[in-house]
């Protein structure tokens, strides 16, 4: 195969390191869909590697590669922007000097999806294949698109997920090398984690302590750990102070030691972080700085990552974490905690950075987030979706409720006394109903918004009573 893109996609491939992966549920739950969408008996996800098509998932076949000679994708893959749909393989000019690929023999017709990533750079294809020549219809290739936009959703979770790998691999290789021993108890005092410098400079092995508690396995320095372990978690509040002990060789070893309550995926935990001062506990407050400034600095990183760095709103992260958690909420009681979701856009915003330029942009941006907090209720929570696009949540709003917030929203940003010409919104509001996923309620938002863009801009739009009258400016 040969294309300009094609040392990018070799390259962003590579990254990922899915080719010759193992089977993936979720990829193979796609292509299933994919037949059942179009009602084709054969559907593969295809990536393009040099000189072969690979399947990382298929339905109705065998196959796991193509030479790329033998690939109609390939030649889908060349015209990235839209989808490549054959109805008839024994007769379309394009594809009759292919060799059929063994196993597909009898396929007669062809629809394929370019996956795109962020760069734009078609990876490979969602494809489906029939048996009978056939046209496919508007509505199936949308539904094809719709799912090769969670193949590559699932792409790049992977590339996050393998950076993620990285950063565990860069924290232990921080935590097993630093001057400091570290550990985690869980709520019964156990230690569920200790740091190598902690087996080393106390002497002990990891066996000896995962596990147990502090009476198991000191009992000397025992009470006073405990007693401070059971102020922090009580207070909920980080500790620092200087603990003392007896290691085993006899040696009398003063700790300085932070503890602080911490979440894991098992609950509440105490984690502590201590450094040996015995040679230089006169160094006590300048240890302790240089402590509070690594607890600062890792704060500060996690508040990062959930931030938008231009208007201080949640970035999109948190608002995919945040739904997440709030929709299993609203599955398991639908009643009493209900849960809406505004997916707003700024309307004409392109316009606006062309005629004012993008720093009037970003300071219009900023101003639009403070007036959506202002006009949320106590509870919501506001982000910045991307671009122009905000979303807020709003959990325990009903449908009434949340048209009642997004035109609090519409209202306050329309009548802003803006210095360059008016700003308006235009809001899709969507209420959870049993059943629902985080796709399909974003999705159910996005529809109501693309709805308010169409009825005229500057309105309010519900996704459940889209036939309703709008309720915006015209």
Same mark, same amino acid.
């Given at each position: ?287 302790? /700085?240089?402590?509070? %400034? !690594?607890?600062?600095?890792? +704060?500060? #990183? *996690? ?6 760095? =231009? ?6 992260? /948190?608002?995919?974490? %945040? !739904?997440?958690?709030?929709? +299993?909420? #609203? *599955? ?6 209900? =849960? ?135």
């Amino acid at each position: 195969m040969t294309q300009p893109d094609d040392a990018q996609r070799l390259h962003a491939l590579s990254e990922l390191q899915i080719l010759d992966s193992g089977v993936e549920a979720a990829y193979q739950d796609l292509v299933v869909l994919a037949c059942q969408l179009t009602r084709a008996p054969m559907a593969f996800i295809t990536l393009a590697d040099r000189h072969r098509l690979w399947f990382k998932a298929c339905q109705g076949t065998s196959v796991t590669e193509v030479p790329v000679e033998s690939s109609l994708c390939h030649l889908a893959i060349r015209t990235p922007c839209q989808p490549y749909v054959v109805e008839d393989l024994h007769s379309d000019p394009r594809v009759t000097h292919l060799k059929t690929a063994p196993g597909m023999e009898r396929m007669r017709a062809y629809l394929g999806v370019p996956l795109l990533d962020p760069q734009g750079i078609a990876l490979g294809t969602l494809c489906v294949l029939d048996e009978h020549p056939r046209r496919f219809e508007a509505g199936q290739i949308e539904n094809m698109q719709r799912l090769a936009r969670q193949i590559t959703m699932l792409l790049r979770q992977r590339e996050t997920l393998q950076q993620l790998e990285e950063l565990n691999i860069n924290f232990a290789a921080f935590m097993n090398n630093g001057p400091f021993v570290a550990y985690i108890k869980d709520n019964d005092w156990r230690y569920t984690y200790v740091n190598e410098p902690f087996l080393q400079q106390l002497g002990v092995t990891r066996d000896e302590v995962l596990g147990h508690d502090d009476f198991a396995v000191w009992a000397e320095p025992a009470p006073s750990f405990r007693e401070s372990d059971q102020q922090v978690m009580s207070d909920l509040k980080p500790s620092r102070l200087i603990e003392c002990m007896t290691a085993r060789d006899g040696r009398q070893i003063f700790w300085q030691s932070y503890k602080f309550p911490l979440v894991t995926r098992h609950g509440l935990s105490l984690a502590g972080l201590s450094v040996d001062v015995t040679e230089h506990i006169e160094q006590q407050h300048l240890l302790e /700085a240089s402590q509070r %400034q !690594l607890l600062d600095l890792m +704060q500060a #990183a *996690e508040q990062r990552s959930v931030t938008d760095a =231009l208007t201080g709103l949640y970035n999109r992260r /948190a608002f995919d974490l %945040q !739904l997440a958690e709030h929709l +299993q909420r #609203a *599955e398991e009681n639908a009643t009493a905690l209900p =849960l809406s979701l505004l997916l707003i856009d700024v309307d004409h915003f392109k316009a606006y950075n062309d005629a004012y330029g993008h720093q009037a942009g970003d300071a219009a941006l900023q101003e639009i987030s403070r007036l959506l907090l202002q006009s949320c209720r106590d509870g919501d929570a506001s982000f910045r979706y991307g671009g122009e696009e905000f979303t807020i949540l709003l959990p325990g709003a009903d449908m009434a409720a949340a048209h009642r917030v997004a035109e609090r929203c519409r209202l306050t940003v329309a009548q802003h006394p803006w210095s360059r010409r008016p700003i308006t919104l235009s809001i899709g509001a969507a209420t959870h109903q049993p059943g629902m996923t985080v796709f399909s309620l974003t999705e159910a938002a996005d529809q109501a918004l693309y709805a308010a863009k169409a009825a005229g801009r500057n309105r309010v739009m519900p996704k459940l009573a889209l036939s309703m009258a709008p309720t915006g400016l015209d």
